[in-house]
């Protein structure tokens, strides 16, 4: 039985970050994306005259019966699942004026009610190993941000989700971590004005927009045995934005 690390969202900028940290670190990794075939293709890529570590599952993680085919996957490969990573996130910003009920659910849907989905059908084989689970929340879950009514509702869901986990899972030795990345640069910051992001450097006390390997280096760290004793906690990887 081979043990792998399970990435839910693989194909985003920090999805691909946190695929190729574990798999640099040796570590097996199965990862879920939607609909962005060419993460793939860069991971393959990326994998080639390496030793295989990685695989790649399409899946909607709206889809219960997806999410069914998933853990039929890893039981028929015999996989044990050591840390699972929810990275599936969706963004829909508008005021909250012009919000409609469909606006909210919709990104509810896939950022937290997802993840409640793949811990209700993972976390007796993440349990049993004693394995690790770490969610991608957002500092927009730990403070208000205008546009994000639903993004930010998701987000301090995730960390709620997390320390309940935690708590009802310690006595096995399950852990359960988030981390709350600030703003990291990916393809959504390249549609912010140049005058902006000079603002926002400004404002963040160590100077710089975070890169998504900042993020991929505090995962690995919380599925790693150094974190062992480490549970029901958020790590904020913000360059110490939120200190303002």
């Not at 990794?29 to 293709?41: C, E, G, I, Q």
């Not at 295989?52 to 219960?64: C, F, G, H, L, P």
């Not at 703003?183 to 975070?210: A, Q, S, V, W």
Request: with cysteine; hydrophobic share 40%.
């Amino acid at each position: 039985m081979n043990d792998y690390d399970l990435v839910i969202g693989g194909s985003s900028e920090i999805g691909l970050s946190i695929i190729k940290k574990l798999a640099y670190n040796g570590r097996n990794v199965l990862y879920t994306y939607h609909h962005n075939a060419s993460a793939v293709t860069e991971i393959e890529a990326w994998t080639k005259g390496k030793p295989k570590r990685t695989i790649a599952i399409k899946i909607d993680i709206r889809s219960a019966q997806d999410v069914e085919c998933l853990v039929s996957y890893i039981a028929s490969k015999k996989m044990r699942i050591s840390s699972l990573i929810y990275n599936a996130g969706l963004t829909n910003d508008m005021l909250f004026r012009m919000m409609s009920e469909e606006d909210f659910s919709s990104v509810m849907d896939v950022n937290l009610y997802g993840c409640f989905r793949i811990c209700k059908a993972l976390i007796d084989n993440l349990a049993v190993h004693r394995g690790s689970i770490v969610f991608i929340s957002s500092v927009s879950g730990m403070t208000g941000k205008i546009g994000q009514v639903n993004y930010s509702c998701s987000k301090a869901g995730l960390i709620a989700l997390c320390r309940n986990l935690a708590l009802e899972y310690a006595s096995v030795g399950l852990r359960v971590n988030c981390i709350a990345p600030g703003f990291i640069k990916t393809k959504m910051l390249d549609k912010i004005p140049e005058e902006n992001m000079k603002i926002m450097k400004k404002n963040i006390p160590l100077k710089r927009i975070g890169s998504p390997l900042d993020v991929a280096n505090a995962v690995y760290f919380l599925v790693s045995e150094e974190s062992g004793y480490i549970t029901g906690q958020t790590l904020v990887v913000d360059g110490g934005l939120l200190m303002r």
